[in-house]
């Protein structure tokens, strides 16, 4: 069999079965689409595989940090130190737990797209019907169509009659696209290709008879698979910056490892005790509590966003939304309300907003009474009209005859009584060929509606205010269509007409001519009112808004200006698919950084989009709810889906999920997401200087040739148990005033700024003075080693307490606020019974080699909390880690 034309849309349908060895009304043969099972493959899409668990969990350990530990750990166990390496191996498990943990979810956009085409069909092989499982379909086989049934591949169409289907999942375009069989041109656009029905739609009304020409992964939503199994999971600003850093503090470390072991051997210390001043050096400069710090961190953020209706499913997304400053979001259902509304009436040459209409305002009632052109041009929207009202669903039926339905119930026509004065005896169905619907009520009266073109071709007349017939005034008709076509409506135009037949039966010869013209209806899906507000609050905060959908352009624009985007002032730069398409990816990058709105977009033109505004160096959130939107979640900084009414791959291939649909709520989880990164930031600040300040310590002894101040067990309790219960709390800080009055953090912006470095070099230095100081002293006052590092490592855990209040967003706040942050008063009674324990228990004694205090050893501790106070002054100046984060 031929391969399958890639331009099969192009293509006349029964040279197009030919083509494919098939027949437009036989279709295959049972035997030949057996053969061409086993050669094509089942009709359904690969679930992409997964990595297994243990592999996942192994994957925990891929850090460079974490290599070293573990390498320490098991030279630690080969010269008979297994309590040692005991701690230091478990201290690495328990980070490898909790990454996992987090990454267990397996991914299953894959899977979410397979049953999404997945369905039963109607066959016809050797010219009888069957019904049969989706995956059985091949190319070359004749499936039908009918209203309700999910497109089971991609079909050339043959036969149309009425067929509307639904591909706005797959096109983002918010009605129905009505189909029929005709080729078009080769560069027609996806969503303008009306002879092709594609996997995964839904037909919502009409016959239909199509050729398959794709299955599987060779479908439309086929290929958006294959991208999403193809695409690389992209790290977050975080976690680049993260992975930065360890590899450069690894280095760092492991040259100052192998500087304290040489500095000790040359100045004639023994080989195992400088090795185990190396391993405490090595073990006290890396921050192994960071990465659960950073974890706990992250899900504290989580927990806050869901509480405001944001769900993340993947936890550094929480930190991506804080620095992001791009947002692309899709038009039908995100930004607007997925209903089509009408907008404004012309009628007896009068241009009418429909709140004009609306009950309550006092004119309703004047301006039916004074304009009868009015009131038959709504009353023509809810007679020729086959949506209903159902009172489990609402309104029932095509979402335009359903917006015509509300206009009338606005202005106050009752559809069941103006079916009793004009009962409907016959009608003619929309069709797309001829472009307008008819319908015969009474004896007499035929009304029509359909596309201004068709419309006005067959009036000879209009309808004036007071309800008389006067000549056409086509020019004025015609500015009132360009008016509210620019405004991004949908017009649609209304005429009366008298039969002269049989009062039974309609025929299209009665319409040809001499209607009398009644009106226009303009229509459009409207902007959701909160969306108006998050995306003034959002280019507030320095992130911009950026429309991408699979609509008309001049929808696309009309919608962006009443959302704000753009300037505010008017000014917003629009492009459609078919330029884009003709663009290089330099030109591309310019394009996207200079425009708003993309209109017909392809699936594919959305991910290279995203791509392009990452090249740029903008950090990027994507909000999607439809099959097309998947891969441009997945590739973006941060995929945002809709939780109600987004489809389940979207769903599966973001970050994050809006409980609500609602626009707004992405401002709620940016705002969040900043806090996050602040806490994060305190975090780092409070951290690091305790590594520095033991590992300074450790080499100054070596350089020195003194005795070791701490040793390498030691050094673990205080990174892993002590600073845990103490940075903690910093988790739980509240938001700061003013966080989204301020522009978004800089992408490239270092993990360690210029300030927070700073920072740590002086309260390192302090730390590493303080521990040097109290241990000499105790050693030159004839105290054992073990009490002297005790003691050393108590003062040392006395002043981390004093910058942790300096730090605090409740310091600023004031102690009578500390009820915005308990967690701190209980972190830091945590840390002191820890304590208490590290030096007043035998057993703790006897494992970390640590000796009792006797109270005036604990008051010469307690001097670093008050030499803390000013040093922490001074560190709050250099990098303040609290208030408004620096841009």
Excluded at 310 to 325: F, W
Excluded at 451 to 479: D, F, H, K, M, Y
Excluded at 860 to 872: E, F, K, S, T, Y
Aim: proline letters at 5%; aromatic letters at 4%; charged letters at 20%.
């Amino acid at each position: 069999m031929p391969l399958l034309p890639a331009d099969v849309h192009s293509r006349a349908g029964p040279d197009l079965a030919a083509e494919l060895a098939s027949s437009a009304s036989q279709g295959l043969s049972d035997q030949e689409a057996e053969r061409r099972l086993g050669v094509w493959g089942p009709n359904a899409l690969g679930d992409g595989g997964g990595s297994p668990a243990w592999r996942r969990f192994l994957g925990q350990f891929h850090d460079p940090l974490l290599y070293t530990l573990l390498a320490v750990g098991g030279i630690k166990l080969l010269i008979h130190e297994p309590s040692e390496a005991l701690v230091i191996w478990s201290v690495t498990l328990i980070n490898a737990v909790i990454g996992y943990v987090q990454e267990s979810r397996a991914e299953t956009a894959i899977a979410a797209l397979a049953r999404s085409v997945r369905t039963e069909v109607e066959v016809i092989r050797a010219g009888r019907r069957h019904r049969l499982a989706s995956e059985q379909l091949v190319p070359g086989d004749l499936v039908r169509l009918e209203a309700g049934n999910k497109v089971p591949a991609d079909l050339r169409l043959l036969q149309a009659r009425n067929l509307q289907v639904d591909e706005s999942s797959l096109t983002g375009e918010s009605l129905p696209a009505a189909k029929d069989s005709a080729a078009v041109a080769k560069d027609t656009p996806l969503a303008e290709r009306i002879g092709m029905a594609y996997a995964g739609s839904l037909v919502t009304s009409g016959l239909g008879l199509g050729l398959v020409v794709a299955t599987g992964a060779a479908t439309e939503v086929g290929q958006i698979s294959s991208s999403l199994q193809q695409q690389v999971s992209l790290s977050t600003p975080l976690t680049r910056k993260f992975r930065r850093f360890s590899h450069t503090l690894l280095q760092l470390v492991l040259v100052l490892a192998g500087l304290t072991f040489l500095v000790g051997l040359l100045r004639g210390r023994d080989g195992v005790e400088m090795f185990d001043g190396a391993v405490a050096l090595a073990v006290g400069a890396i921050p192994e509590e960071l990465p659960a710090i950073v974890t706990i961190t992250l899900a504290i953020g989580v927990n806050r966003m869901a509480r405001r209706n944001a769900i993340i499913r993947k936890l550094p997304a929480v930190e991506a939304l804080g620095s992001t400053t791009v947002i692309c979001s899709d038009k039908t259902g995100t930004l607007t309300q997925n209903r089509m509304t009408v907008q404004e009436i012309y009628a007896g040459g009068a241009l009418v907003p429909i709140e004009a209409l609306w009950p309550g305002n006092g004119s309703d009632g004047d301006l039916l009474a004074s304009n009868r052109a009015l009131e038959e041009t709504l009353l023509a929207g809810l007679l020729c009209n086959d949506a209903r009202p159902s009172q489990q669903e609402g309104l029932v039926g095509d979402p335009t005859e359903t917006a015509l339905l509300q206009a009338a119930e606005t202005a106050g026509l009752d559809r069941q009584q103006a079916l009793e004065r004009h009962p409907r005896r016959d009608a003619i169905p929309f069709e797309s060929e001829q472009q307008y619907m008819a319908t015969l009520h009474g004896s007499d009266r035929i009304l029509v509606k359909g596309s201004v073109e068709v419309v006005l071709a067959r009036c000879s007349r209009q309808l004036n205010p007071s309800g008389q017939a006067e000549p056409l005034e086509g020019e004025r008709i015609t500015a009132a269509v360009a008016t509210m076509a620019g405004r991004g409506q949908r017009v649609l135009a209304f005429a009366i007409g008298r039969a002269d037949g049989d009062p039974n039966q309609l025929q299209p010869s009665q319409i040809e001519r001499g209607l009398d013209f009644l009106g226009l209806q303009g229509m459009l899906d409207p902007p959701r009112p909160e969306a108006i507000r998050a995306v003034a609050a959002c280019q507030g905060a320095g992130i911009r808004v950026k429309m991408v959908t699979g609509d008309h352009l001049e929808t696309a624009r009309s919608i962006a200006l009443q959302l704000g985007l753009g300037d505010g002032a008017g000014s917003l730069g629009a492009i459609d698919g078919r330029s884009l398409a003709r663009l290089s990816p330099a030109e591309l990058v310019d394009c996207v950084r200079r425009n708003d709105v993309f209109a017909r977009v392809a699936p594919a033109q959305k991910l290279a989009l995203v791509q392009a505004l990452q090249a740029d160096g903008a950090v990027v959130a994507m909000t999607g709810d439809g099959v097309n939107d998947a891969p441009a979640l997945k590739q973006a900084d941060i995929g945002i889906a809709m939780g109600k009414g987004g489809t389940e791959v979207a769903r599966e291939a973001a970050d994050m999920l809006l409980t609500d649909d609602n626009f707004a709520t992405i401002e709620a989880a940016v705002e969040e997401g900043r806090a996050v990164y602040l806490n994060l930031h305190k975090a780092l600040a409070f951290v690091l200087p305790v590594n520095g300040g033991a590992s300074m310590t450790i080499l100054l002894g070596a350089v020195l040739g003194l005795e070791l101040p701490v040793t390498a067990l030691q050094v673990l309790w205080l990174n892993m148990v002590c600073s845990l219960s103490l940075s903690i709390p910093l988790a739980f800080e509240p938001r700061p005033p003013g966080l989204m009055r301020q522009g978004p953090r800089p992408p490239a912006q270092p993990l360690l700024s210029r300030g927070l470095v700073r920072k740590v070099v002086l309260v390192s230095t302090f730390y590493w003075c303080f521990i040097f100081g109290v241990f000499l002293w105790a050693r030159s006052h004839g105290h054992s080693l073990p009490l002297a590092r005790t003691m050393a490592i108590q003062a040392l855990v006395l002043a981390q307490i004093a910058y942790l209040v300096s730090i605090s967003q409740v310091s600023k706040l004031g102690w009578r606020h500390w009820h915005h942050n308990p967690i701190l008063l209980a972190g830091i009674g945590t840390a002191v019974l820890l304590q208490l324990g590290f030096s007043q228990l035998g057993w703790m004694n006897r494992f970390f080699a640590t000796a009792p205090l006797e109270p005036q050893q604990w008051l010469i501790c307690g001097v670093a909390l008050l030499v803390m106070v000013p040093v922490a002054a001074l560190a709050e100046r250099l990098d303040p880690t609290t208030g408004i984060p620096r841009v």
